[in-house]
């Protein structure tokens, strides 16, 4: 079993799936015309362009022209929080929360020092979002709200809906980072009040290089790229046909397998999740246990580092990621769990699991196997055993 590679990290990136791969393939070898040319041969990369559109649009309940394709997830939350504030060059306010990925959390952290007020709205012990607080934020001088739908390390899945209700109540766009969220549960933007939302293909079995953004009608919109006429005037720049196709069909496949996610997928978590924390002392769940992604799971162990953790884990070919930053040369836990305040002696010791569809009940049965094991075994030489819960690095 060590000799395989058991990939517990879909959060970061997933697999291409089989039928993704075979969709691109074609615009990768003999349909590659430019679909912005005029003679026939580019015609089947503008249909493959239109066809992706429809796809991407079905998923998410939008209408196929609120769809822009772009490279990635953060350049689709640039383009959309840069686009609502150049509209609105009068209001110098922007919301958003202490638990964004960094996509978002960082370019907050510029408008700061480019004069811009920005409120970063605080998370409960369980890395929930107050709705009263974020109304409390709003200023007639706020240009744009902006929160993720679901959290990459703890998988809580944010209030939406009724942040989206205040924001379209006070005339305030609102931009959702979803990245984590599509494919993985529904999302009808038909009769969900968000302007903008961004999305990854490389989240939900497609290739990296390949995102979207999508653009309520009649959204302030100004082209975060400029220079050609692609997506209607809206982003610059040749489209990547091949992706294009990828993400279009994954969208395709991922709304196909919205149940599964949300059946077999949670039932795996929940089996490897319980297993851990009853037979493992001193471990904790971190974020919200009822309304979470179903394939995510964020869990500290008392006394341990994570980075050790994730080194131990590759020994056995599991690939898990770490709540702590320790990975980066930085001895600081992530700012999603001091957001949370989880103890320091907690805090450093967290692995994040994320399942996919490929995921399977024998995998599960060994990462359950191995991983206190190899928890008992850094306890044992752990300097941080005789610390104090709030005890600071």
């Not at 959060?11 to 291409?16: G, K, L, M």
């Not at 395709?252 to 319980?274: M, P, W």
């Amino acid at each position: 079993m060590s000799a395989k590679i058991l990939y517990f990290d879909n959060n970061a990136t997933t697999a291409v799936a089989p039928e993704v791969l075979e969709a691109m393939l074609p615009y990768l070898k003999g349909e590659y015309g430019n679909p912005s040319s005029m003679y026939r041969f580019a015609g089947a990369s503008e249909k493959a362009l239109k066809k992706a559109r429809q796809q991407v649009a079905g998923l998410l309940g939008a209408a196929p022209e609120e769809i822009l394709f772009t490279s990635c997830g953060t350049e689709s939350d640039s383009t959309a929080i840069m686009s609502a504030l150049r509209a609105q060059p009068e209001k110098k306010h922007f919301i958003t929360t202490r638990v964004e990925h960094p996509a978002v959390l960082s370019l907050g952290q510029y408008l700061e020092k480019q004069g811009y007020a920005v409120s970063f709205l605080g998370v409960d012990g369980k890395g929930r979002i107050s709705v009263d607080e974020l109304t409390r934020a709003i200023t007639k001088d706020t240009a744009l709200v902006s929160m993720m739908y679901a959290n990459n390390e703890t998988g809580n899945i944010y209030p939406v809906a009724e942040v989206g209700a205040v924001c379209r109540e006070r005339g305030i766009p609102f931009h959702v980072d979803a990245v984590q969220a599509v494919g993985k549960i529904p999302i009808n933007l038909a009769t969900l009040p968000v302007d903008y939302l961004a999305l990854s293909g490389h989240k939900l079995h497609a290739p990296k290089g390949v995102g979207a953004l999508y653009v309520r009608r009649g959204s302030p919109f100004r082209p975060f790229l400029r220079g050609g006429h692609q997506e209607r005037g809206r982003r610059a720049g040749t489209e990547a046909v091949p992706n294009i196709v990828a993400l279009g069909a994954a969208c395709e496949l991922a709304g196909r397998h919205i149940e599964v996610e949300n059946t077999q997928v949670r039932v795996l978590r929940d089996d490897l999740q319980q297993r851990l924390l009853s037979g493992i002392p001193d471990a904790i769940l971190n974020g919200d246990p009822e309304n979470r992604l179903p394939n995510t799971m964020n869990i500290s162990f008392k006394y341990v580092e994570g980075e050790a953790i994730l080194l131990l884990l590759d020994q056995y070919g599991i690939c898990a990621s770490s709540g702590s930053a320790c990975t980066s040369g930085s001895l600081e836990p992530s700012h999603v769990l001091r957001a949370m305040g989880v103890p320091f002696t907690y805090a450093h010791g967290s692995v994040r699991l994320s399942l996919c569809r490929y995921n399977t009940r024998e995998e599960v049965n060994f990462v359950a196997e191995k991983l206190p094991e190899i928890i008992a075994r850094l306890r044992a030489i752990s300097p941080y055993r005789n610390l104090p819960d709030n005890a600071v690095p």
